[in-house]
Every structure is written in C-alpha cells, then in structure tokens.
C-alpha cells in the first residue's frame, strides 16, 4: 500500500505514551489582608506630576480637606468607572383615564352623581330665596347670611381636607363628607328657625368643600382630564338646572319650600353609597401605588431641615407659597362669586326692574344653568385643540359682552337669552382652569392647594352674593351687573399673570 512509504517520508517518530500529569494541590485558602499588605511594592520613582509612590501612600489617608493644594491625591477606581447620579428635579407619573384601572369608570360616575348634587346644592337657592323671605319676614340683607355660613364651611374645610383625607383614605373621606352634607339637609327640612338654617348652610359648606377636592384632584389627574373635568361639572349644571325648575313648581303648586330638600336627602343617600364602594380599594390598586411610589423622592427632597416628612401644616403653607396657588384662588374666587351672584339675584333684578312673576321667573335661573351644563358638555371637547389658556380667555371677553346685554335688553326674554348664553360661555371655564392649575402644581401640594383654590371659591361664591344683597337692599338689584362685570375682569387679569405652561406628555 502506498501509506507505509508515504509515512516513512515523513519521517514519523514513535514516543512513549503521553501520561496525564500529576495534580498540584493547591492552597485551601487565599491570602490574607495582612499578608497582602505586607508585600512591598518596588519604588519606580516620580510620577509626571513628581508625585512619588511614598508621598501617594502617605495622602491616601488623608480626607479631601485635608490634603494640600496640589497634593498627589489617590483616585478611587469606582469613582473614575461609575457614573455620576442623575439628580431628579421632579416626579414623574403613569397618567390613568377613564377606562384603565377598571373601576375609574365607576369612580368617574361617583364623581359626576356627587357633583349633580352640589349642582342642585348651590343653585336652589335662587329659587327659594322669596319663599324664605315670606317664611321667616327677612330682607336680602338677612337671607344672605346663608351664603355668608356656607362659605365658613369651606373656609373650614380648607386647613383640614388634606389631614382628614390621608387619615381616612378616599373612600372614608367622601362618605363622610356626604354624612354631614345629609346632617345639614335634616335640619332644613324640618323647618326650623332661620339662625338653625344658617347653621345647616355651615354643614353643608363643609361637606361639598370635602368632596369638591377630593374629586377635582381625581379628575385632573385622569388622561384627557379636560374633557372628563367637563363631564363632572356638565353633571353640576345638570343639577343646577333641574333644581329651580322642580323648586319653582313645588313652591308654585304650595308646596312649603323647605320640602325640597327631602330630595336631596335621599340623593345624598344615594352618593354615600355609589362613592363608598367605587373608591374603597383605591390605594390599593397598583397604578396609584406606584404612582405614589414615584412622588416619594420628590418628596424626600422637600423634607425639612431635620431630615423629618413635612406635616400637612407645612404642606399646606408650602402651597399657599405657590404662585398658582393665589393667582388660581383669586381666579376661582370671581368666578365663582360672579356665578353664584348671577344665579341668586338675577331673578329679584327681573322682578324689580323688569316686573317679572315670580312664580315663572324662576325658570330664568335655569336657563342660566341649562347654558352652563351644554357648555361644559360642548365646548370643553375644543379645549386642548385651542390651548385651556387661550380658550378661557376668549370665553371669559364673550361673558363680559353678554353680561352687558343682560343687564341693558329691556324685556325679560332678552334678559333670559342673553343669560343663557352668558352660562353657556362660562361654563367651560371652571373645567378648564382646574385642569391648568393641576398640570401647573407640583404632585405632592396638589391635594392641599386644590382644596385652598375651591375653598376661595365658595368664598366668593358667598361674599359677592352678601355683598351684592346687602348693596341690593341699599340701592337695587340691578348692582349685579357692575358687580359681574367687575369680577369677570379680575379673572382676566388673574388668567393673564398665571405661569407659563409646560408641554405635558401622557
């Protein structure tokens, strides 16, 4: 075979079988630190900058103050591989809506049922105003007291709403504030003297100030929070509506008046319920932990100087430091007293000076609150398009201008149009600017800075409407004009020295 020369060329050696070598043992354990530290190192002299191997041992134990300038300073491996921490200028959140976590559905429609009912809370009074004055033989100056004790209800409120709401949870925290809005409602409807109603207002104000923030901050802080914000407030002009058209009746047909209010006491019923179970595991859903989880550092950072968390004294004086704060309180204040005032005292303007029945009149006011209901419904969808600062401002000029035809159209239908109209462009605002002041403030002084903005609110709500029935009483019921007007101008001027809004994402 032609291999055996073939090998043979190649010249092949045979060695020995190749045996596999011994194995070394090696040491069970390594060295110490105390004989690594033993090992001398050789000295190879000066370092570019003269610094020597001695002189680099003998700064390695000395602290960053401690060392002179231009000594030769040992750098730490770690320090030169490990990148710098970013440092966190804000809280970042998981923006939830409508539909996502599943039961926001229901939370929302809690929401828009609890505000139905301060939508009929606040606009009945209108309409009942007459038949208290006949009932208990007061003038405008005394009936306003009402407004007076609603608005030291909110005033209340205000310091307490956040402390109330973290001890309670959510859920806890509005079933209580329908608790006493239903206290209040008992003592009106048994008829009692006027100073128990008053105190009945002081309830009454306490318990919409509760819920007001609670579900003005939830809404705000949904996706799309314009057009839910819309909603809720469309389902407050619904109530505002329906309640002088049923009051009106029931006082037309003679019905005592202060038999309305058994509805609304079952209506109250009805919210303590529907609230209590949409909201009652909503700390514990996932997407509000961890967004909860997310403001932590934030608020670690705004912890005072002992290193302690901020009390909610300190939450709430924080807020009270934030220009959107008290530029939305002011704002929110003229709204809502411009609005109140227009409810409550247009009717006795067009029975004074336009010689309006008194039982059909009442029917303006919910024109008034109709407009309100379809604006909020409406024109909220062309916010986000338009910008919420510019859409407000073109909305707030249009009220000025039908504020006027109210006041110098000589008939009572004109009168009722231009009201109308006047709500159907006021309504949007409220929704709109609520949403422009949570995007505006910081996460963790949202609960309490919403809860000082509405409290103004009701403020106003309650001060314009004392003052324009005592100044009604002096002079006339037609200072509700120059009073509206005056409030609307505020608000423009409020609107236009808010802070600059960032783009936000969701």
């Known amino acids: 075979m032609l291999s055996s020369p073939f090998a043979g060329g190649l010249g092949l050696v045979t060695h020995q079988p190749?045996?596999?070598?011994?194995?070394?043992?090696?040491?069970?354990?390594?060295?110490?630190?105390?004989?690594?530290?033993s090992i001398a190192l050789p000295d190879y002299g000066?370092?570019?900058?003269?610094?020597?191997?001695?002189?680099?041992?003998?700064?390695?134990?000395?602290?960053?103050?401690?060392?002179?300038?231009?000594?030769?300073?040992?750098?730490?491996?770690?320090?030169v591989s490990r990148p710098q921490s970013p440092v966190a200028t804000g809280a970042t959140t998981i923006a939830p809506s409508f539909w996502y976590p599943a039961m926001n559905?229901?939370?929302?429609?809690?929401?828009?049922?609890?505000?139905?009912?301060?939508?009929?809370?606040?606009a009945v009074n209108g309409a009942l105003i007459p038949s208290m004055e006949d009932q208990y033989n007061i003038g405008y100056a005394i009936v306003s007291m009402i407004f007076v004790a609603n608005a030291a209800g909110f005033i209340?409120?205000?310091?307490?709403?956040?402390?109330?709401?973290?001890?309670?949870?959510?859920?806890?925290?509005?079933?209580?504030?329908?608790?006493?809005?239903?206290?209040?409602?008992?003592?009106?409807?048994?008829?009692p003297p006027f100073p128990a109603v008053v105190i009945a207002y002081l309830f009454l104000g306490f318990g919409c100030a509760l819920n007001l923030a609670l579900n003005n901050v939830f809404c705000a802080n949904l996706a799309n929070a314009t057009v839910v914000l819309g909603m809720a407030h469309g389902?407050?002009?619904?109530?505002?509506?329906?309640?002088?058209?049923?009051?009106?009746?029931m006082v037309s047909n003679?019905?005592?008046?202060?038999?309305?209010?058994?509805?609304?006491?079952?209506?109250?019923?009805?919210?303590?319920?529907?609230?209590?179970?949409a909201f009652w595991n909503y700390e514990k859903e996932g997407i509000n932990g961890f967004n909860n989880s997310l403001q932590e550092p934030l608020t670690r950072r705004n912890t005072t100087s002992t290193g302690a968390e901020p009390s909610k004294l300190q939450v709430l004086l924080r807020a009270l430091k934030n220009r959107t704060t008290l530029i939305g309180a002011l704002f929110i204040f003229a709204y809502q007293g411009a609005e109140v005032s227009e409810s409550g005292w247009y009717i006795s303007y067009l029975i004074d000076y336009r010689q309006g029945d008194p039982a059909k009149v009442g029917y303006v006011t919910a024109g008034f609150w109709a407009g309100i209901t379809l604006g909020r419904f409406i024109l909220t969808h062309f916010a986000s398009r338009v910008g919420e600062k510019r859409f407000v401002a073109g909305l707030t000029a249009g009220v000025v201008g039908f504020q006027l035809l109210a006041w110098f159209?000589?008939?009572?239908?004109?009168?009722?149009?231009?009201?109308?109209?006047?709500?159907?462009?006021?309504?949007?605002?409220?929704?709109?600017?609520t949403t422009v002041f949570a995007r505006l403030l910081p996460g963790n002084l949202q609960m309490s800075a919403i809860a000082?903005?509405?409290?103004?609110?009701?403020?106003?709500?309650?001060?314009?409407?004392?003052?324009?029935?005592?100044?009604a009483q002096a002079v006339g019921a037609f200072v509700l004009h120059p009073i509206c007007v005056g409030f609307f101008v505020v608000m423009i001027g409020c609107w236009v020295g808010l802070p600059r809004m960032q783009k936000r994402t969701e």
Request: aromatic share 8%; glycine share 12%.
């Open 254 to 277: 003679g019905i005592l008046w202060s038999r309305f209010f058994l509805i609304t006491i079952g209506l109250r019923v009805a919210c303590f319920f529907f609230a209590g179970w």
């Open 235 to 249: 389902a407050y002009g619904v109530g505002g509506t329906v309640a002088p058209i049923m009051a009106t009746a």
């Open 105 to 122: 559905k229901w939370r929302v429609l809690a929401a828009c049922l609890i505000y139905f009912g301060n939508g009929i809370n606040d």
């Open 452 to 471: 000082f903005i509405t409290t103004a609110g009701s403020s106003g709500g309650a001060v314009v409407p004392f003052t324009t029935g005592i100044l």
């Open 409 to 433: 159209v000589p008939n009572i239908i004109g009168g009722a149009v231009a009201v109308s109209i006047l709500g159907f462009l006021l309504g949007p605002i409220y929704p709109c600017a």
């Open 18 to 37: 190749v045996t596999k070598p011994a194995s070394v043992r090696s040491h069970e354990r390594g060295p110490s630190i105390e004989e690594l530290d």
């Open 156 to 191: 209340l409120a205000a310091p307490t709403s956040n402390a109330i709401a973290s001890a309670l949870g959510r859920a806890k925290c509005l079933m209580l504030s329908e608790t006493i809005m239903i206290t209040g409602y008992v003592i009106i409807a048994c008829t």
């Open 46 to 79: 000066s370092t570019k900058n003269g610094c020597t191997a001695s002189s680099v041992q003998d700064d390695a134990g000395k602290s960053q103050d401690e060392r002179p300038s231009g000594s030769c300073a040992v750098i730490d491996a770690d320090d």
